[in-house]
């Protein structure tokens, strides 16, 4: 049985709405809305209500074994984040589906319960959206959102499309890309066969067929 999400009745969520800072923190701390995904950006806030398809949850799986195992095989540094958040006070706030530190210079930030500050630490070099329901707003709101953020890198996964929409961000803005170039040599049209794979396939399998491409 699936546990709908709880939330205030007046509260609106899935979109973006004028909010300040402090109406955003506050909103965070609400214990009905553990479960909820949170966004912000200059002054409007966006609550996610987490999706319950096994689409997203696959896609989101198989988008992390391999991002992992070519990072293992070609000798990168990386470290991963599933659903995590990343803050620059005051300013804005995300939680990704997936988010990457990648290259010999970050540090690995701490384990605690509070979002990881971007002044700190950096944005992630590499960020994955999985959307199952949001595509609009990954490749729209978002993508301005990261940009600003400071990240390198921004893929968002058309789960019904099968589709990887990638962009390397630069001097405020995004280009699409076809190859990764925080992971160098990782084409985008693998990573779509990947997930194409994963319908019929197990993680095994998959794992394997990984494997064999990216030692040859």
Known sequence: MVNALPVPQDLVTDEWVKASWEEFLALGDRPELEKARFYYDHDSMRIETMPIGSGHSQDNTILAQTVSLYGTVKNIRLKGFTNGSFRKPGVRECQPDLAYYIGAEFRIPP?????????????????????????????????????????????????????????????????????????????????????????????????????QVFNG
């Open 111 to 211: 384990k605690t319960s509070k979002p990881i500050d971007v002044e700190e630490f950096g944005a992630p070099q590499l960020v994955i959206e999985i959307a199952s329901t949001t595509l609009g707003d990954d490749i729209g709101r978002k993508r301005l959102l990261y940009e600003r953020l400071g990240v390198q890198e921004y893929w968002v996964v058309d789960v019904a499309g099968g589709e990887v929409i990638a962009f390397a961000v630069a001097d405020g803005g995004s280009r699409q890309i076809r190859e990764s170039l925080v992971l160098p040599g990782l084409g985008i049209a693998l990573v779509e066969e990947a997930l194409k794979r994963s319908q019929t396939e197990e993680d095994g399998e998959i794992n394997r067929w990984l494997l």
